[in-house]
Nanobody, 127 residues
Framework: EVQLVESGGGLVQTGGSPRLSCGLSGGPFDDYTVGWFRQAPGKEREGVACFSLPDRVFYYGDPVKGRFAVSSNHAKNTVYLQMNSLKIEDTAVYYC????????????????????WGQGTQVTVSS
């Protein structure tokens, strides 16, 4: 069974640069697309970024483009979300998710495409 374990986050000041980690186990790491989503209080969950490991494609949502970056460590079966220049509006619970698909299969910016989810980690940005 595929499991995703997240770490990182916490209380950060505006302009800060925390890094979230998403460890994937129970499946062939290089065959998955890993997505990052977030849900702010009172709002619907939204896509932040995704990284297709099979075809090495990155996608970033407009609110985070140029500030967030996804990377991976294949030795650790882990995908990272580096968050830079944080704003108050980045405050949310962040989730990683995975699906056995490549970006070219389509639809991978939508949460409904993902089969496996991490437990979520809170990121709170304060001024």
């Amino acid at each position: 069974e595929v499991q995703l374990v997240e770490s990182g986050g916490g209380l950060v000041q505006t302009g800060g640069s925390p890094r979230l980690s998403c460890g994937l186990s129970g499946g062939p790491f290089d065959d998955y697309t890993v997505g990052w989503f977030r849900q702010a209080p009172g709002k619907e969950r939204e896509g932040v970024a995704c990284f297709s490991l099979p075809d090495r494609v990155f996608y970033y949502g407009d609110p985070v483009k140029g500030r967030f970056a996804v990377s991976s460590n294949h030795a650790k079966n882990t995908v990272y979300l580096q968050m830079n220049s944080l704003k108050i509006e980045d405050t949310a619970v962040y989730y990683c998710a995975a699906v056995l698909a490549r970006y070219g299969d389509g639809g991978l910016t939508a949460e409904g495409r993902y089969d496996y989810w991490g437990q979520g980690t809170q990121v709170t940005v304060s001024s």
